[in-house]
């Protein structure tokens, strides 16, 4: 279900079985000439739709204005748009805020971008990290006041970190693409591996007949298939079901 699309009662449904509640993570930003900005959003957009025919999920508006940076190309008759981490970090504070209020506590957010060192981070997911955490504190601060994990009402907490039912479990922030998937089918930007996802994923934002050879990045994209993007896209579903417990 797309939230914006759901009745006060399908939420309230949502709530009470703690259906997943999904959003897509990314940027846009420039990928050669034979792809459009959006890749790193729309293979997570495209992602969820196809999970979300396999499960109930509370699919959010997805959020594409993340941390591009500038790094690949100038954003001048290029495309790409960056906004800082910083801004991202209050947006994802105030995002988490309400869905925790609204009674959401299986929050899973997918990011692409700049994912293939996800141990380490970077900008993008680091910001809405930080604020996932930042809110959990703030929101159980609110409700149970100074002190609440040393009171011998939260004495299970160490046994719910093992359960995976502790509260810093109602925010996740997630790699599109698992260590396993990233071994299979490495990362790349524009090239082979993204230009193979798009065509399984999200046909209509690839146009090879735009490929130029200039871009060192983008050159393996001639060896892009749609085969190679199916194999990629059964192991990246499958992990993103594992990473939702499920």
């Known amino acids: 279900m797309h939230y914006e699309l759901m ?7 949502a709530i009470d079985k703690n259906t997943p509640v999904v959003m897509a993570l990314g940027v846009l930003e420039y990928h050669s000439e ?3 900005p959006g890749v790193d959003s729309l293979l997570v957009v495209r992602a969820l739709e196809f999970l979300e025919k396999e499960m109930p999920l509370v699919i ?3 959020f594409y204005y993340g941390s591009g940076t500038y790094a690949v190309a100038a954003p001048e008759h290029n495309g790409g748009i960056h906004v800082d981490s910083e801004v991202l970090n209050q947006f994802a504070r105030q995002l988490f805020y309400n869905l925790l209020r609204i009674g959401f506590r299986n929050i899973y957010v997918f990011v692409h971008h700049q994912s293939e060192n996800f141990s380490n981070g970077m900008p993008t997911d680091l910001a809405f990290k930080l604020a996932a955490r930042q809110e959990i504190f703030d929101f159980i601060e609110r409700q149970r006041g100074d002190g609440w994990w040393g009171d011998e009402s939260s004495s299970a ?7 995976g039912t502790d509260p810093f479990n109602w925010i996740h922030i997630c790699p599109f693409m698992s260590a396993d998937a990233q071994a299979q089918f490495p990362i790349d930007h524009a090239g082979k591996q993204e230009t193979s996802l798009m065509m399984s994923f999200c046909p209509e934002g690839v146009d090879m007949k735009r490929f ?24 990246i579903l499958r992990d993103m079901k594992k990473a939702m417990g499920i």
């Open 7 to 13: 009745f006060p009662d399908q939420i309230r449904d």
């Open 34 to 36: 034979h792809l459009t």
């Open 60 to 62: 959010m508006p997805p």
């Open 157 to 163: 907490y160490y046994d719910e970190l093992e359960t």
């Open 212 to 235: 130029i050879d200039k871009n060192w990045f983008s050159r393996s994209a001639k060896d892009a298939s749609k085969d190679y993007g199916d194999r990629a896209m059964s192991v």
